[in-house]
Structures are given as C-alpha cells and as structure tokens.
C-alpha cells in the first residue's frame, strides 16, 4: 500500500499568470497560487471552468510559463527546465493519442525519443498494457478503441517513463457516467499500486471527493481552500465552498450569543441553532447545513433545532428522496430522506408541511463574504 | 420490403439524373479526346498533316530507339528533354514546399482576420491572366529589368546578371505560379494539426526535432503529398512559362509538343510525346500510392518506428 509522506515533492510559489482576451480584457487565471504537493498523495484541483486550474495544470508540465513565482521539484527550479526535460506526464483531456500510431506505438513512444532499447521498449509496454487491462490490443489503431479504452492508453503512455509527477486534466470527462466512476477506483487501485504522485485537475466535485486524498477548491485564480475530502465538505470555509461541494443550504444571517446557547438570526426568517466557537456576537455569518443533517422525525436526544418547511417537490434518486421546499420566508431548503420501503415508506406530498429537525452540532458557521 | 425497394430504385435514378451530366461532361470533353490521342500516336503522320490511317509504332521508336521503321531515326534529343521537364518539375516542387511549408504554419497560427487576409493575398494572382502575369517576370528579370537596376543601383553588380532565358527565370516562373497550388493542401492539413499532439509528444520527453519528425511531420504528411502531385503534374507539361521565359534555351517536353502539333503539324509525334508525359505522371503517382501503402501496413505491423 501507497504511503502518503509529509515529504515534499512539487512546490507551487506565488504562481502569477495573466492573459490578454482578444476583446482585450485581462483575465488572471493564476492570482498569487502558492501549494505543496506531497509525494505520493493524489491532489485534486477543483473549481469551475475558468477557475485556473488547467492553466495552474499547464505550468506546471511546462506549456505555460508564468508571469510570477516559481515551481519546485523537490526544491528545483523549474522554470528554466522546458515541458520535455520536465519529469512529469500528462493524461489530456481529449487523450491526444497520436492518431498515425498503434497502441504499443502510442505507449511506447515516451521509451522510443528516450532511446530506450527496442527490447527493453517491448517489456514495459507489455507490462504497463497489463496494469491497465489492455493486453492484446498492442496493435490497434486509436480510432479503433473506445472512449474507456483510449483513456487507458492514454494513461499507459502517460505512465510508461515512471514520472514523478503524473497530471490529469479533465481525464474522465468524456467518459458516461458509469464508466466514469469504474475509472475512477480503476484510477485509485492505480495510483495505489504505482506510488506516484498525482495531480488532477476536475470540475466535478463527486469525482474529486471520491478519490482524492486532498482537494484544493479554486474559484478566479486562487485557491480558496485545501484539504481532505472530510475537511471540505464537513467544514468548507466559505459560501462559495460549501456550495461547490455537495448539495448544501446557505443561510446568511448575524450571530446572537445568548447564554449558553447560540443562534443564527436569519433576515425575517427563523433563527437557527447553532454552536459558534471562534465567533463573536453581532457578527455576519453564513450557516451550512446539509441535506442529510435533517430529520423529520425528532426522536434523536440532545440539543437541537427545527425549521418549518413547505414540501413543493420530492426528488426520488433511488437510495434517497430529495424535498425541495420552502421557508416560511421564501428561501429554498434541501432535506434529504432514506428511501424506505414497506411500513417504513413516508407519505410526503407536494404542498405538506413539514418540520425539519437538525441537531446542534450539524450546522457549520463560516464567515460572511461581501458579495 | 417494397417500400424498401421502392426507395431504393429511386435513389438510384436520383444518382442517374446527378451523375449523368458530368459523365456526359467528361466523356466528351476528356476521355473522347485522350482516346485520340492515343489513336493517333499509333498512325503515320501525313505528308502535309492530318494522318495516314495505317499502324505506326515508329512513333514511339523516334523516343526510345525503338522499334524503329518507316524513315524514323532515333533521335536521344526527347529522352533529353524528358528527363529535364521531370527536373525542373522536381526543382519546381522542392521549392514551392520548402517556401510553403514552414510559411503554412505562420499563417495557421494568425489570428482570424489575418488569416483572411493572408489566404486572400495567396489566390489574388487567379485574379490575373497568367500571361500577364508572366510577362510581367520577363520585364523582372531582362537585363534592363527592375531586378537588375536595383541590384546594379545598389553597386552589389557592375554587369546586368543575365537571368531571362535561363533554367533559372523558368524555375522561377513555375515556382510564382504553382506556389499557391502546394501552399493551400499544406495549409489545409497544418490547420487540421491538432496542437495537443505536439503538446504530448513535448510531455512525453520528445525533442522537438524528434516532435516534428514523428508527430508533425506524418500528419501533416497527406497534405506535402498533394501539393506534391497538384505542383508536379502541371510543371511537367507546362509549355508557357518556359516559351516566355526559357526562349530557345530551355525546352520542356510541354513545348515539344506544342510545336509539333502547331507548328510542325505532326499530330502522331506530339501525340506520342503527350503520352510518355502521361504515363511518366502515372507511373510517379502508382510509386506514391504503393509507398504510401506499405508505409501504412509497416505502421501496423510493426508499431511505430524507431528513431
């Protein structure tokens, strides 16, 4: 098994990059990026389209130099090193399997400009075509495989020169969807078994929970927070966190100390319960509660609360239902229910009114931001 | 299944009705006339033109030396001229692909509107009759012309260079005007090039002279091929350029039979020298074909080669 060491293998420093639109905008797709990556961990950059990460991706493979900052291989510098000196692969987006190439050609390649001996070359493509499941296909063309078969190759080949540092950009977004989540423990068993650090760049948080060891969330060039799957979703630092991960509801409201009890006063609506270290009365808060942090019954002890809500429509996604509804002061809420079958089967409609029991330790304050 | 057929039989008159206008076409226009011409180059040529309606191989004996008969004489002259006009289109070739092709990847990497402008400034010479056009690097390249002016002006030469009717004006005539022939299918096939290969090649350790000849080099290789064979086959029978600019000097086989069809009115002999033409294209274009073949099945067998 893989061990994740606190040893550090890649550095990103004060990463700076701008680029000029043709409509002669700026945008900034790196803003000041500074990130340790460990050796052996698998670090998932994460954020919506536009946020930087392809291009943090870029620079660090060395098709993109930055304006400011610097990378670090186990304390190299990096900028003065161009992408085919760099000991880091990339698996594309599109693959870009060269198209004139059969499979032990597109695998072997990384061995051929290397002059790796023609023997030798055969072996290890042999052997890394196991690893992915591709054995016996050495001699098909590209446009001849599948969409999963070609991602194989294309991490084979990315695999083959044993990189230090392996980047994925967007790699198993032109999968379907239930070939997607195979590759991605097929992508977890791998990196188990190659010890290699891997950086992968998505947008889809589902994907990134699964397999990451740490996340790093980007939004407009900066990474807004770091850590493991756990620490995001459990306790994102901010709104634009917290609703990029998961399904969540956001309440903005001001802090009331009151006693021993705390309570978030949303803008005429209900207050919500909360426990509020590290905040001071009077101040402006979001408050995140999950889905599955309500329960319509409250049989559960301890401290707690509830919010009255408006069912307006039930979403049945097969192990769950999702309510949508409403407050009584018109903001949306998500509560999540246990399908169940039998006597267990709840007898919710549209239009009912429901009450939403959390405990007090569910919801998670995080600092207002000026939007 | 006779809704099927019914469907079927009327795609197959649509396609008699859309094909049966360029068949007529090319029956009339090109297979009628090249079945002449093969005709023509087995018969004896008249004594005041026109032709005598009798077998003639000797035709071709006047070329190669063989079979020789009927007051023919070898005359090695022709094979001569052959093998120049398949040099000056080899030299033409070379040329316009050496220019076009490092110049196909600038253009392709313009922004949208230079593009345009730039394409737009490749065929604006169609615009213009040939002849003028050739004229006009006759008025370039005769000691009095601008070439020699400028360069005498600027002390680089005492004497005029003589340049017109010379190898070199022709080669410089068929370059200006086969250039935009090889620049477009290159053009076409560089803009198709898929820059994350060569990003990949690049990841993948790759130098990149070794990124050019084993990525960009084979893919953008169908495009070098056509405006090989577009650029060489009009060279080859081209008979403007070189009367213009080669005078008396340069001869290509494409005035050789302009002569004997116009001005000598030996219609078998310029049909003859019309074929060997023909068949030297054809024979140029089945190597291709079969080399392009065997280097896709060699790709197959063998995985990619090594460098």
């Not at chain 1, 042999?126 to 190759?153: C, F, I, Y």
């Not at chain 1, 948080?205 to 790093?216: F, G, N, V």
């Not at chain 2, 005598?52 to 001569?80: A, D, H, M, T």
Request: charge should be positive.
């Amino acid at each position: 098994m893989r061990q994740v060491s606190e040893q550090e293998v890649l550095r990103v420093d004060g990463a700076r990059k701008t680029f000029r639109t043709p409509e002669s905008g700026v945008v900034t797709p790196l803003d000041g990026i500074t990130l340790s990556i460990r050796n052996n961990e698998f670090l998932t950059l994460l954020g919506p389209s536009g946020c930087g990460k392809t291009t943090l991706l870029k620079t660090i493979a060395g098709f993109e130099e930055l304006d400011e900052g610097e990378i670090f291989l186990e304390g190299r510098a990096m900028s003065a090193v161009p992408a085919h000196r760099r000991p880091f692969n990339t698996v594309f987006q599109n693959y870009a399997l060269f198209p004139h190439m059969t499979v032990a050609g597109n695998v072997g390649y990384g061995l051929q400009v290397a002059g790796v001996k023609r023997g030798e070359e055969t072996a290890r493509v042999t052997d890394v075509l196991r690893l992915v499941g591709l054995s016996g296909l050495e001699r098909r063309k590209p446009a001849q495989l599948s969409g999963g078969q070609q991602q194989r190759v294309a991490l084979a080949r990315a695999l083959i020169n044993r990189p230090r540092v392996l980047l994925l950009d967007e790699s198993l977004s032109a999968l379907d969807r239930k070939l997607r989540q195979s590759m991605q423990i097929e992508l977890k068993n791998l990196q188990n078994t190659v010890g290699i650090t891997f950086i992968f760049v998505t947008h889809d948080q589902e994907e990134a929970l699964t397999m990451s060891d740490r996340i790093a969330v980007m939004d407009k060039g900066r990474i807004l927070q770091l850590g493991t799957p756990a620490e995001i979703y459990d306790t994102p630092k901010n709104r634009f966190v917290a609703g990029f991960i998961g399904t969540s509801n956001i309440f903005s409201g001001t802090l009331a100390k009151d006693g021993g009890t705390s309570r978030v006063e949303i803008e005429s609506g209900p207050a919500i319960a909360v426990t509020a270290d590290g905040f001071a009365a009077g101040d402006k808060v979001d408050v995140m509660l999950r889905p599955e942090h309500f329960a319509l019954a409250s049989g559960r002890n301890g401290a707690g609360g509830s919010l009255e809500a408006v069912i307006e429509n039930i979403v049945f996604v097969g192990t769950d239902l999702h309510l949508h509804g409403r407050l009584a002061n018109g903001l949306p809420v998500v509560a999540l229910e246990r399908h169940a079958r039998g006597a267990g089967a709840l007898s919710l409609a549209p239009g009912q009114t429901v009450t939403l029991h959390y405990q007090a330790t569910a919801p998670h304050l995080m600092k207002s931001q000026a939007v | 299944m006779a809704e099927g057929g019914t469907i079927s039989s009327q795609r197959r008159k649509a396609l008699f009705v859309l094909l049966t206008p360029i068949t007529l076409l090319l029956g009339a226009f090109f297979l009628i006339p090249l079945g002449i011409m093969v005709v023509y180059s087995f018969l004896e040529p008249g004594l005041y033109g026109g032709v005598v309606w009798s077998f003639y191989p000797y035709n071709y004996g006047r070329i190669f030396g063989w079979p020789l008969g009927g007051g023919e004489e070898f005359e090695p002259l022709y094979i001569q001229i052959i093998l120049n006009s398949l040099y000056y289109a080899a030299l033409t070739v070379i040329v316009t692909l050496v220019v076009c092709y490092p110049v196909a990847f600038w253009v392709s990497r313009m922004g949208p509107m230079a593009k345009n402008i730039v394409l737009f400034a490749i065929t604006l010479p169609f615009f213009a009759n040939l002849l003028v056009r050739i004229y006009a690097w006759l008025l370039l390249l005769r000691p009095t012309g601008a070439v020699n002016t400028a360069l005498m002006s600027l002390g680089l030469i005492d004497q005029p260079l003589n340049m017109i009717f010379t190898e070199f004006a022709v080669i410089v005539g068929l370059v200006y005007v086969l250039t935009p022939f090889m620049f477009l299918p290159i053009y076409a096939s560089v803009e198709r090039l898929d820059w994350s290969l060569v990003q990949a090649s690049q990841d993948l350790g790759a130098t990149p002279f070794q990124t050019f000849r084993r990525v960009i080099l084979p893919l953008t290789a169908p495009g070098i091929a056509g405006g090989c064979v577009i650029v060489f086959i009009p060279a080859l029978g081209n008979f403007i350029v070189p009367s213009f600019l080669g005078g008396s000097k340069v001869q290509m086989t494409g005035n050789v039979i302009e002569r004997q069809f116009l001005q000598a009115r030996n219609w078998p002999f310029g049909s003859t020298l019309a074929m060997i033409v023909m068949a030297s294209v054809l024979l140029l274009v089945l190597a291709y074909t079969l080399w392009m073949r065997r280097a896709a099945n060699n790709e197959r067998l063998a995985g990619a080669g090594h460098v």
